[in-house]
Structure formats: structure tokens, C-alpha cells
């Protein structure tokens, strides 16, 4: 490509100041949230600032033939908003304003560069949220959690993302705006609102999404317990949830994470405990008192070591201050880490948890676990020192095994972060090939081009790749871990 | 193909037994467009085996669960063959502790029902047609009642699917966990697709707890006005309601009248119902109750036990166990909430123009509302195209305020006055490219889906 000319077109649509293309300011572009496995360069970095400026730059690269990733605040952990092959990161940062907001039917308009947590702010002194709250909302943008179908703690009782979208506004690789749905419910035709949501950038850009609003609940519970084996904490959880109770979060942490937090932040977790469960309940007071209770009860009969409970919003930000640091401790018991995503039914967390540590053992090295178990959704901390010879390829080896079993167990290789590039390699795993044939239709009719976010979420292979996007061997694969299909 | 050769190809397949010829077809009718056959599958490779001869026979097709829905959509292009699905009738899973099961396409809700509550769960779907609707019509038409108020719709709660394609291929969407974000969610693509993108013929839910009690209050106003303020102040308090629906005075009379509750000519109702631990249904109740008559409410009355599993089946069957006369067109209109009152008193309005006695229960808080137009007794039998004519009015109407406005039944003459549809916005083509990839020779339902598709 003349890539001075692109970059002159660019600068012509949204401004000299909003196109990035200098090498040193374009490395903070070179990777998201996944810094350890991936990373590439883009050409050219282009910060569009609305719908009718994406159209221009869409229509650009259709012309030129170049393909585009969408960007929110590259928070993700799969590397979906990574640059293939060079080519144009649109990144939607500056469309970040509140359109409409409309309590009375607790709705809201925005654009996708909105911070998840600023939608809640905008609310809250009026008594409602946005329920989505994946553990990174005070960065991610809603249209980052739209691309990806974000989840978060609080997701159990209420959700992913999806069920709190009710209409986008898309851009399409052709240039072409379209509505999908809108502020009311159940439009006419095929579910496209929720068909896009979840599709990691590869069907179009978000450029305005309509989002339902909740009123605040009358009270909030939180309770932190401890135990002695992660097996007594996972029974409690489906214990939990059989009793009829659905918590608002159910977050559990081993005991590699415990030591990691003591060593830290020193929060007083028992002596000889080996997970920690934090459940929090939220709804009418006279309802979460009286579940509380039980689930007090379940805990004492599951040889509770403390349990605790919050008086006040203190002491409620006090229990969550491990859950919210436990990721960066792992950070101080190992040199790197490789962060999996894996999601089983419930009711095989005490198995599956077992399992992952005869994994740990086998490999001799620690696999640290924190995860959503109200959900099922593990996310195990594979600890390795890349300087030792042959350990990166074994800790990508035991997370690759981590992926088979929670398949085994009718799960799935990722509940919040997606495919991205990371997991391109394992979706045929999961699904046939004619499961995956159907999922490339929905593409195909969506983006015959294949130049919105190529070479993600879906196995390409050698010889019938994608066309648009350049061959690059996984790092599986370039550590002779895995083939390509 | 003549029949007796597609008699006996299908028989092949599913053996003689579990074919219907020719003559025999006519309860199959769609539209009244009689199929040349109808056949049920007894699995999977059956369903697709049908698919593989229908694709390569260029018969169209249409699913059918027990028929409940089978008024959704446009009058079709052709109907070749039916494909019943009701021997897929069986539950393939089922784990209370991870509150999720799946069953098969043609399992009758209530028995999936009967057989949840005996581990204290339920799947929260209550459509219109409950007694009779099958898994796989609920899904395909995403099809709704009240209990929507608090846990959704099917788009909402499937979370693994399994369909046949137009050409016989065997796929899935999804998993048996309630949270994966592997590859596209295409369970939110056959949901609601009204079979033209394949046949649903297993789905894994998310299923819920059964609340430790249920009670419901239904208050009675003399304005829709006065009763749609009582409703925003319960749906932005902190009360949690499981349903919430709104009658209009025919409605309230008929299902009221059936669970005990003296309803006045001209009275419009709220039902709300709270399910938790007592304590917290008493104080909800009570606060419900307080706003209601903070509002003028002329009556109020508690119902539970049977009464209100009555009632709540009353809203769900409406008309069919009330006596009312024939409905002439079933309406189903989406509207933001605060419109919902607004939007039935136009809708009332218009039909009394045609002579017909409009009938509207509504998911308030959803913004959904199921509109009937009705007989009134002794009136003449009104025209087909005014009725269209009608339902266009109302449609323009909601269009301009941001909704929309959809034909759930009619006589095929309406039908064929008015799209059963609507526009349906600029994604249009879309939908239309979606159709060509999974269906290229438009044998799945043709011409009954948005567009034409």
C-alpha cells in the first residue's frame, strides 16, 4: 500500500491529530490486553470521531482492499483487537459520549467508546446501573464488551452483556449503516442485535448501542468464607445455587491465590485455608437476610474456617479488595503467567479443579486459580519463567489440556474473553466442521470481504485461508504444539 | 415427484407408520395451503436424512411442533411437507445443580414443566398456548408470557442448540454452561427464526429455582392512566415483581372472573405477582398494594395457591377459556413501557371502528403487548380488508413512536391485506443474504418470515 497517501486520506477524514502512524506512538497499538502471547504492528492507527467519519474510513480501506481491526480500549485478553498483517486499527475511543439517557423506560443510548463504568456513574444518583461489570469496567469500553459478550462477577445473577443490548448501530466492511433492533424489544426478523454481540469485531463496527438500565437493589449482602479445600468451597457453591438461591456473584479463590494476597495485602485469611468463597446477594432486604442465613448454614455444615459479612460498604470494598487484586498478586509469586478461560457445568468444579491440579503437578510447576464459580467459568493462572528452557512451551501445553477437559465435561473454551488469536487453534475443538461452516455463512453474509478483523476467532488454514489475511503461525503452533486444520 | 413415490421415500426413512398421506394431510393446513405429506422423525439422522431428500426433491418444508404458532408469518409460498416434530419428545439431560437441562424440539412445555418441579425448578417460559406448546415452537417463534418480566425470553435463557440444516448438515450453537463466548452465539439466530434458517430439534436452558412462594395482587382502576401510574412506580421502586401484566377491562373481567375476583364492567386490571421467602413476598405485596391505592385504585385483591395458578393460566390461555367470541386477528405490539397504555387506547379506538371488541393483556414492563380483536355479540361479520386496513393504522401509529407492530394470527384474507411484518428497518438485506448462505433454495418455510424470506 502507498501508505503516505492512505495516511494523507485518513488525516483528510478525521484530522491530522487523530491518525497514528508514527512507529514509536503505534507500539501501544501493538498488542491488548493479552501482552504474552501475540503481538503485531499496525500500519496505520486512525481515531474516527463519528459514524459518519467510520463509513469514510471503511469505505477507504474497502477501496485500497485493506483490512481493519476495530479497537475499544483494548482491554481484551484474547488478542481479538490485535493488527493482522498490518493494515488500519480503527479505534473508537474518541465516540464516547452519552446520547440519550431514558429512565422513565431505563434505557440508554451511547456511543461504543463509553467506559463501561461511566454509564453507572452517569446513573447512579438516580438509583439505576449497567449491570455488565467485567473485572476491567473502569477501562473497557461498551463497545469493546459488545464486540466481546464481556461478563464479570456480577453476571451470574443478571447476565453477559447480551441480555442488556437491545439495539447497535453498525458500520458494515462495505461502508453500508445499519439499525439492528432499538430501544423496544423484539424487532421484526432475525436476532442480529444478538447475533453481533459476542462476534469479536469480524461482523462490523459498533458505532452507537441502545442498553437497558437497572434499578438499583433495595440492599446488598456480601460474605466471605473460607475453607479449608477447594473441593468443600466448590460443593458449597452447587449447594448454593440447588437451595434456590441464585447469589448476584459467587467468586472463589485457591490457595495459591490466598498466599499470593497474604503476602501482599496481608487481608487475614485463616490460617490453613485453601479457597476462599465471596458471595454477595443483592434484591429486597426481607429476601437476602433470610438467604444469607441459609447460606451461613451451608457453609458451617461444609466445615466453614470464618466466615465473615459485611456491615457496611467498608467492609463490603474490604472482602472484594482480595477478589479485585488477586490477578496482579499472581504477579509477585511467579515471573510471567498464561491467563486461561475455561468454563464447566457447576457441578464438575470439584473435579475439574482436581484435575487441573494433577495437571499443575505433572508439569512441576503452580497453576493459581480465581474464577466465577457461580458460573462455572475458571480462570486458571498458569505460572512459568519463560528464561527456563522449554517452559513456555509446557505451560502453553497444561493450558491447552485445561481446554480439552473442560470440553470433556460439556463446557467451553472461553466464558468472557473470546477467541481472539489466542484460541483460533482450539474453536475446532469445540465445534465440528460444520458447526464452523455455519458460523462462516453468518460471516460471509455480513462481510463477504473478510477485511473486518481477519484472521480471529476462526481456525484459518493453510491452503483455503481466509483471503485477506496473511498466513501467520500461532505461537502453539510455532512451539510444534498444535497443527492447523 | 407424485405422491405415492414421496409416500414411500419417506416411509423409507421413518418407516410407514410415521407417515401421513395425502388425504390425510388437511389438519396440517397452513394457511390453508394443504401439504402433500407430513412425517415425524423419531431422531436426529431421520430429521436430516427428510432434509437431504427434501433438498435434493426441491420440497419445501415446514416444521411443526403441535401447532400452537402455526398462525405466525406470512401465507406461505408453497407447503411440499410437513415435519412434526412431536416424537422428539424426550429429555436428554438434566442437572439441578447446574440449573440447566436440554430437551428435545417436540417435548410439550408442561410436561417439561411437571417434570422440573419435582426437582424444585422451572423453565420460565409461559407463552400464549402454554397447554399445548412444544419446546421447539417457543423457540422458533420466541414466544413469550409473563414470567418474561423477570427472566427473559428464549433468546434470553437457550444456551446450547442443535438444528438441521435446509440440506440435511447436523449442527450446534453453544454449550450445556450458562456463560461461553466460543465463536458466534447462534443460538440468538435460530431463536425467533421461525424455522427458515433450520430446524431446532434440541436446546439446552437455563433453568430457575421455584421461589419458595408466589403471591400475586391484582388491583383494579377505572382509567388505564391511573393504572399505568401505579405501574411505573412499582416497576422504578425496589420491589422485585415476577410478572407484571396489564388487562384492559374485557381481559380483566374474563381472567379475573376465573380466579375468584370480582371485576367490575369497565374496570382495567394490574397483576403483579412476587415470588421469594414469605417475608419478602409479604412486605412486596404490601408495598404493591399501598401504591395501588395511592394511585385510586378501586379494588384490590390477593391471589395465591390455585386461584392464581388460574389466573396466571387464564392471561397465558386467553381467549380460548373465556367464551369470548372469535378473534379476528391476534396482534402482538412492542412499545416502550411508557407507552403501553397510550398505545392500547389507539388500539382500541380503531377497533371499535370496525366493530370489533379489542381485547389487550400486556407484559407492562417489557413493553409487550398482545392485542385481540374480537367479535362482539351479534355484530355482522366484519370486512377482511378493513381489518388490514386497521392493523396498517395501529402499525403506523407505533412506527412513529419507535415500535412495532406484528400479526401473531389471522384468516389468510387479512393476511393478505396487510404484511404480517412490517418494515423491519435497513437491515433488511442482511437477513435476506443470512437466508441465501443456510438456505439457498428457499425450501424452509418460504415466504413466511420478514421480507418474504
Known amino acids: ?485 | 415427484m407424485n405422491s405415492e413415490r414421496l409416500e414411500g421415500r419417506l416411509a423409507g426413512i421413518v418407516g410407514a407408520d410415521h407417515v401421513l398421506a395425502a388425504e390425510s394431510c388437511a389438519p396440517y393446513a397452513v394457511d390453508d395451503r394443504v401439504p402433500e405429506a407430513v412425517i415425524f422423525p423419531g431422531d436426529a439422522q431421520e430429521l436430516s436424512e427428510i432434509m437431504k431428500l427434501a433438498s435434493s426433491e426441491r420440497l419445501s418444508v415446514v416444521p411443526w411442533g403441535s401447532g400452537t404458532k402455526i398462525g405466525f408469518g406470512g401465507i406461505p409460498a408453497r407447503v411440499d411437507l410437513v415435519v412434526g416434530l412431536t416424537r422428539l419428545k424426550r429429555i436428554i439431560d438434566h442437572e439441578p445443580g447446574d440449573l440447566t437441562a436440554t430437551f428435545q424440539a417436540g417435548m410439550l412445555l408442561r410436561e417439561v414443566q411437571a417434570s422440573l418441579h419435582t426437582s424444585g425448578q422451572f423453565l420460565p417460559f409461559d407463552p400464549p398456548g402454554y397447554e399445548r406448546a412444544t419446546i421447539g415452537g417457543i423457540l422458533a417463534t420466541n414466544s413469550s408470557g409473563p414470567w418474561r418480566h423477570r427472566y427473559g425470553s428464549a433468546r434470553d435463557l437457550v444456551i446450547g442448540i442443535r438444528v438441521v440444516h435446509a440440506d440435511g448438515t447436523l449442527t450446534k450453537g453453544g454449550a450445556k454452561v450458562v456463560k461461553s463466548v466460543s465463536g458466534y452465539d447462534m443460538n440468538k439466530l435460530y431463536v425467533g427464526s421461525l424455522g427458515t434458517l433450520g430446524i431446532i430439534f434440541e436446546a439446552t436452558l437455563r433453568l430457575y429455582p421455584l421461589p419458595t412462594v408466589e403471591r400475586t395482587w391484582i388491583a383494579l382502576f377505572l382509567t388505564g392512566e391511573a393504572a399505568a401510574c401505579a405501574l411505573a412506580q412499582i416497576l422504578h421502586s425496589t420491589i422485585v415483581c415476577t410478572r407484571v401484566e396489564f388487562l384492559s377491562s374485557v381481559a380483566a373481567q374474563s381472567v379475573g372472573g376465573q380466579s375468584g375476583c370480582v371485576v367490575p364492567a369497565g374496570t382495567v386490571a394490574v397483576a403483579l405477582s412476587v415470588g421469594s421467602v414469605p417475608e419478602a413476598v409479604d412486605s412486596q405485596i404490601t408495598a404493591i398494594r399501598k401504591l395501588c391505592h395511592g394511585e385510586g385504585a378501586v379494588a384490590g385483591f390477593l391471589v395465591e395457591g390455585s386461584a392464581q395458578d388460574g389466573l396466571w393460566k387464564a392471561i397465558c390461555d386467553f381467549p380460548s377459556a373465556s367464551g369470548n367470541g372469535r378473534t379476528w386477528v391476534m396482534l402482538k405490539a412492542s412499545v416502550l413501557p411508557t407507552q403501553v397504555v397510550g398505545m392500547i387506547h389507539h388500539a382500541e379506538t380503531l377497533a371499535r371502528n370496525l366493530g370489533l371488541e379489542p381485547v389487550a393483556i400486556s407484559e407492562a414492563g417489557c413493553g409487550i403487548v398482545r392485542l385481540y380483536w374480537m367479535d362482539t355479540p351479534g355484530s355482522a361479520e366484519p370486512d377482511p380488508i378493513s381489518i388490514a386496513t386497521g392493523v396498517e393504522d395501529l402499525r403506523n401509529w407505533i412506527a412513529r413512536r419507535g415500535g412495532s407492530l406484528v400479526i401473531l394470527s389471522a384468516p389468510p384474507a387479512i393476511k393478505a391485506g396487510v404484511d404480517v411484518w412490517g418494515p423491519v428497518g435497513n437491515a433488511l438485506f442482511l437477513m435476506q443474504k443470512l437466508k441465501q448462505q443456510f438456505d439457498a433454495q428457499g425450501l424452509l418455510n418460504p415466504g413466511r418470515f420478514v421480507g418474504g424470506i
Not at chain 1, 447475533?195 to 440492599?219: C, D, H, M, N, Y
Open chain 1, 1 to 485: 500500500m502507498d501508505k503516505r497517501r492512505i495516511i494523507r486520506e485518513l488525516a483528510a477524514i478525521v484530522g491530522r491529530d487523530w491518525v497514528i502512524a508514527d512507529s514509536g506512538e503505534l507500539t501501544v497499538y501493538e498488542c491488548d490486553g493479552m501482552t504474552y502471547l501475540e503481538k503485531a504492528m499496525p500500519d496505520v492507527v486512525v481515531l474516527p470521531d463519528s459514524t459518519e467519519q467510520v463509513v469514510e474510513v471503511v469505505r477507504l480501506c474497502d477501496r485500497e482492499q485493506l483490512p481493519f481491526v476495530p479497537r475499544g480500549a483494548g482491554t481484551g485478553l484474547s488478542g481479538g483487537a490485535i493488527a493482522v498483517a498490518g493494515g488500519v486499527i480503527i479505534g473508537l475511543n474518541r465516540m464516547n459520549r452519552i446520547l440519550e439517557i431514558d429512565l422513565a423506560n431505563q434505557r440508554a443510548v451511547v456511543e461504543p467508546g463509553l467506559v463501561n463504568i461511566a454509564l453507572t456513574q452517569a446513573v447512579q444518583d438516580r438509583d439505576h446501573y449497567f449491570a455488565p461489570d467485567p473485572a476491567s469496567q473502569a477501562a473497557s469500553s461498551i463497545g469493546g464488551n459488545v464486540a466481546e459478550n464481556a461478563g464479570g462477577p456480577h453476571c451470574l445473577k443478571y447476565g453477559t452483556t447480551t441480555m442488556h443490548v437491545l439495539g447497535l448501530e453498525l458500520v458494515l466492511a462495505s461502508g453500508e449503516i445499519v439499525q439492528l433492533g432499538g430501544k423496544t424489544l423484539d424487532w421484526p426478523g432475525y436476532d442480529l442485535t444478538g447475533l453481533f454481540t459476542g462476534s469479536e469485531g469480524t461482523l462490523g463496527i459498533v458505532t452507537k448501542v441502545a442498553v437497558r438500565l437497572l434499578r438499583q437493589p433495595e440492599a446488598v449482602k456480601t460474605l466471605l468464607a473460607s475453607f479449608r479445600a477447594i473441593d468443600e468451597a466448590s460443593k458449597v457453591v452447587s449447594e448454593i445455587i440447588a437451595t434456590g438461591i441464585i447469589p448476584s456473584a459467587m467468586e472463589m479463590m485457591d490457595r495459591h491465590i490466598i498466599r499470593a494476597l497474604e503476602e501482599w495485602l496481608h487481608i487475614g485469611y485463616p490460617e490453613g485455608a485453601g479457597a476462599v468463597l465471596l458471595i454477595e446477594l443483592d434484591g429486597p432486604a426481607a429476601e437476602i437476610e433470610a438467604q444469607a442465613k441459609r447460606i451461613e448454614q451451608i457453609c458451617v455444615r461444609y466445615g466453614a474456617l470464618d466466615l465473615r459479612i459485611a456491615r457496611d460498604e467498608q467492609e463490603r470494598a474490604l472482602l472484594w479488595r482480595g477478589r479485585k487484586g488477586a490477578v496482579a498478586a499472581v504477579g509477585r509469586i511467579t515471573h510471567e503467567f498464561y491467563l486461561q478461560d475455561g468454563v464447566v457445568p457447576r457441578t464438575k468444579l470439584p473435579q475439574v479443579l482436581r484435575e487441573v491440579e494433577t495437571i499443575a503437578e505433572r508439569n512441576a510447576f503452580v497453576i493459581a486459580n480465581v474464577f466465577h464459580a457461580g458460573d462455572g467459568n475458571l480462570h486458571p493462572l498458569i505460572c512459568f519463567d519463560s528464561r527456563r528452557e522449554g517452559e513456555l512451551q509446557r505451560a502453553l501445553a497444561a493450558g491447552a489440556e485445561i481446554m480439552r477437559l473442560c470440553l470433556s465435561v460439556g463446557g467451553s473454551i472461553t466464558g468472557e474473553h473470546g477467541i481472539g488469536l489466542e484460541k483460533i487453534d482450539f474453536i475446532p475443538l469445540m465445534y465440528s466442521p460444520e458447526d464452523l461452516e455455519a458460523m462462516r455463512m453468518v460471516r460471509a453474509a455480513f462481510d463477504s470481504s473478510l477485511r473486518c478483523n481477519p484472521g480471529k476467532l476462526f481456525p484459518t488454514t493453510r491452503s483455503c485461508g481466509e483471503t485477506n489475511a496473511t498466513y501467520r503461525p500461532h505461537r502453539i503452533e510455532r512451539e510444534g504444539l498444535a497443527q492447523r486444520y
